[in-house]
């Protein structure tokens, strides 16, 4: 299957472009997502796509949708992506690779959890002790399994911009005290529950962010992709030690290499080497068959 930089369905009403995902209006009720093979890395949409990226967001996401329903409702509605669009060339690009959801009002934060003491978690805590405001016991290792999940919430940037971490006071400004509440918890039950499971199948799940949605009533719903390799930080657990950093099931061979390349992390991006791209493809790949065993 040939890999899908970008989407071009003509029979619904286009929306939106996304890092990786596109979005087609089905209804006044209902909206398309199509999750291609695109990677952003350092902020930037990279020219060469992921073969394959796109499907296992897809059945990663999946996955977890239905395993962790009960936690909390999803955007998910139901009706077949290939029944909504109308030539075989249309039905070509969603399959396998796309969501039809509800139509909701998603929240204007992501809602990151962190599990391990990692990436710009660490960095944070070597500073201050702290890891985005909030405090940690002294002596803890790079790598190291934290006392409990800290959720640490953050603004959600244009394409092309950064995230800028909030704290569970600035999320209440802008969500309200009770809804603030219900996203924390959510949040935190969603990552506890799914890295129990992980931890099953030989992957830890160091880290992950989630997105959330509410209807007309103001309900909560989990929204957008979940625990995949491009949301989540996915560690095998074979390979884990604390004070260093493992390997992780992501797009770290891409970012390993455009670091070595010299590029100034200014769009353009280079094009990158077959090699690399088949050898990130092959993590996504076994991210989803260790944890779905597909």
């Known amino acids: 299957m040939n890999p899908l930089h970008h989407s071009s369905l003509t029979s619904l009403k286009f929306l939106h472009r996304g890092k990786v995902r596109d979005l087609y209006e089905v209804d006044d009720d209902h909206l398309l997502i199509v999750q291609t093979d695109r990677l952003s890395a350092f902020d930037v949409i990279l020219d060469d ?5 796109g499907e296992v967001l897809t059945a990663v996401s ?56 990692v990436g710009s978690g ?17 002596g ?9 999940p800290l959720f640490t919430p953050s603004t959600k940037a244009a394409i092309g911009d950064h995230d800028e971490n909030i704290s569970f006071e600035e999320a209440k400004k802008l969500l309200g005290e009770e809804m ?6 959510a949040t935190l039950a969603l990552y506890t529950q799914a890295a129990e499971y992980a931890l099953t199948r030989g992957i830890i ?71 690399i791209l088949q050898k990130t493809a092959d993590k996504y790949r076994e991210a989803q068959q260790r944890l779905i065993g597909a």
């Open 49 to 53: 796509p992921i073969p394959g990226k």
């Open 62 to 117: 999946n996955f977890w949708f239905d395993k962790l329903a009960h936690v909390i409702p999803n955007h998910l509605s139901g009706i077949d992506p290939e029944s909504v669009v109308k030539t075989e060339a249309e039905r070509a690009q969603v399959r396998g690779r796309s969501f039809v959801t509800r139509k909701l009002k998603p929240l204007p934060i992501e809602a990151i959890v962190r599990g391990y003491l």
């Open 122 to 138: 660490w960095k944070d805590y070597q500073k201050t002790g702290a890891v985005c405001g909030i405090d940690l016991p002294a």
């Open 140 to 148: 803890l290792q790079e790598a190291q399994k934290l006392p409990q």
């Open 180 to 185: 603030a509440g219900q996203v924390k918890n």
């Open 205 to 275: 799940i160091a880290d992950t962010k989630f997105e959330f949605g509410t209807d007309a009533a103001g309900k909560l719903y989990l929204i957008d992709e979940a625990l995949t390799p491009d949301s989540s930080r996915f560690w095998p657990a074979d390979q884990y030690q604390v004070g260093s950093n493992p390997p992780s099931f992501d797009k770290q061979f891409v970012r390993d290499w455009l670091e070595s390349s010299g590029w100034n992390k200014q769009a353009p991006a280079p094009r990158v080497p077959a090699e």
